[in-house]
């Protein structure tokens, strides 16, 4: 058994959530599926620039099991006009939030495997991106920055034993994108598996803060619950549940899960999920042993020259002006995943 997820977006800020009948399924178009079977996109992450809708995605392949950002573009009539590879790294990457800062555009994707969080500047839109700053040197997964009463806010999970990532939301806050970043005094200001862990972009309407986060009692990325917060200090938290999105009826065949809302601009995106059988399983986890033993499972010949001249343009990357996050960042120990296992950031 194992996590099929199919990503969307429909041309409509965010904020339409809130509306009376909120997620239409009507008004959501979806990426085109996978050219092999046992590969999806999720973590939908779109943007408008110049009348083309440019979605960015984790690309995962279960033969490879090391998710890297891909993009599909999309004409004004919804035809896609374009797709390809936009950061690629040895490492697992996923979640490739959007931020703008300063007339820069920037990529904060979670690659936990690397030990820390990265945030990307945009050199050429959209397939090329290089590392700018590290802004934590904890393992952050899922993390949400936005600007809000004259501060950074950052919304996050941290990895540990028993499915911490799933039941805890952590937060930092900063003068500026870069930081540095100070954790919350109440760290860990959500301790419950069914609204914690973020599960996309935080968002303001009417001056209030909202929060989409992911509802894991029954399973990963079963749904998605949104939070209103009603009081945000670097000391004090305090939120409530407005509304919730069930998989139900968004797709058929995929009523297992819906993990992501996100939005920037007109664009809102999200993800839902199929919980699959296949009698193919014990061949594709053959096939990932082999590659992982031939040394295949990192980035493609391609990716990997484009990563090489990108690295080369913007100099050595050595977290020069970094900041850390001081505070409990301690990983627990890497346990094997089962194939049911969305990717290597389901803790």
Same mark, same amino acid.
């Given at each position: 058994m194992f996590d099929l997820w199919r990503s969307g977006f429909v041309r409509k800020p965010l904020s339409h959530i809130l509306e009376p009948g909120g997620l239409k399924a009507a008004?959501?178009?979806?990426?085109?599926?996978?050219?092999?079977?046992?590969?999806?996109?999720?973590?939908p992450f779109g943007i408008e620039r110049d009348g083309v809708l440019t979605v960015f995605v984790e690309a995962f392949d279960y033969r490879v099991r090391r998710g890297e950002i891909h993009y599909v573009q999309y004409d004004a009539d919804n035809a896609v006009i374009g797709q390809g590879v936009a950061l690629a790294e040895a490492f697992h990457l996923s979640y490739p939030s959007l931020i703008e800062d300063g007339?820069?555009?920037?990529?904060?994707?979670e690659g936990y495997k690397s030990g820390g969080l990265t945030l990307y500047r945009c050199v050429r839109f959209p397939d090329q991106w290089?590392? *700018?700053?590290?802004?934590?040197?904890?393992?952050?997964?899922? *993390?949400?920055?936005?600007?809000?009463?004259?501060r950074w806010w950052m919304f996050y999970a941290l990895p540990g034993d028993q499915d911490r990532a799933m039941r805890e939301l952590h937060i930092a806050w900063a003068? %500026?994108?870069?930081?540095?970043?100070?954790?919350? *005094?109440?760290?860990?200001?959500?301790?419950?598996?069914?609204?914690?862990?973020?599960?996309? %972009? $935080?968002?303001?309407?009417?001056?209030?803060?909202?929060?989409?986060?992911?509802?894991?009692?029954?399973?990963?990325?079963?749904?998605?619950?949104?939070?209103?917060?009603?009081?945000?200090t670097p000391d004090r938290f $305090? *939120?409530?549940?407005?509304? #919730?999105?069930?998989?139900?009826?968004?797709?058929?065949?995929?009523?297992?899960?819906?993990?992501?809302?996100?939005?920037?601009?007109?664009?809102?995106?999200?993800?839902?999920? %199929?919980?699959?059988?296949?009698?193919?399983?014990?061949?594709?986890? $053959?096939?990932?042993?082999?590659?992982?033993?031939?040394?295949?499972?990192?980035?493609?010949? %391609?990716? $990997? #020259?484009?990563?090489d001249r990108r690295r080369h343009a913007s100099g050595q990357f050595d977290g020069a002006g970094a900041h850390q996050l001081h505070g409990d960042g301690r990983r627990g120990p890497e346990r094997a995943q089962p194939l049911q296992r969305r990717h290597s950031n389901h803790l």
């Open positions: 008004d959501i178009v979806w990426l085109p599926e996978g050219q092999r079977s046992f590969q999806y996109s999720a973590d007339g820069e555009l920037y990529m904060l994707p290089e590392p *700018a700053h590290r802004l934590m040197d904890v393992p952050a997964i899922d *993390a949400t920055v936005v600007r809000s009463g004259g003068d %500026s994108l870069t930081g540095p970043w100070t954790p919350h *005094a109440g760290n860990p200001v959500r301790a419950c598996p069914r609204g914690s862990r973020p599960g996309g %972009s $935080a968002f303001e309407q009417d001056g209030v803060l909202h929060l989409p986060v992911q509802d894991c009692a029954e399973g990963y990325g079963r749904r998605v619950r949104l939070l209103r917060i009603d009081e945000l $305090a *939120a409530t549940e407005v509304r #919730r999105f069930e998989p139900d009826g968004v797709l058929d065949g995929y009523t297992d899960g819906l993990h992501t809302l996100s939005g920037f601009g007109n664009i809102t995106c999200v993800d839902v999920k %199929s919980l699959t059988h296949s009698p193919f399983e014990g061949r594709i986890k $053959a096939q990932y042993k082999l590659r992982r033993l031939f040394g295949l499972n990192g980035p493609s010949r %391609s990716s $990997a #020259r484009n990563e």
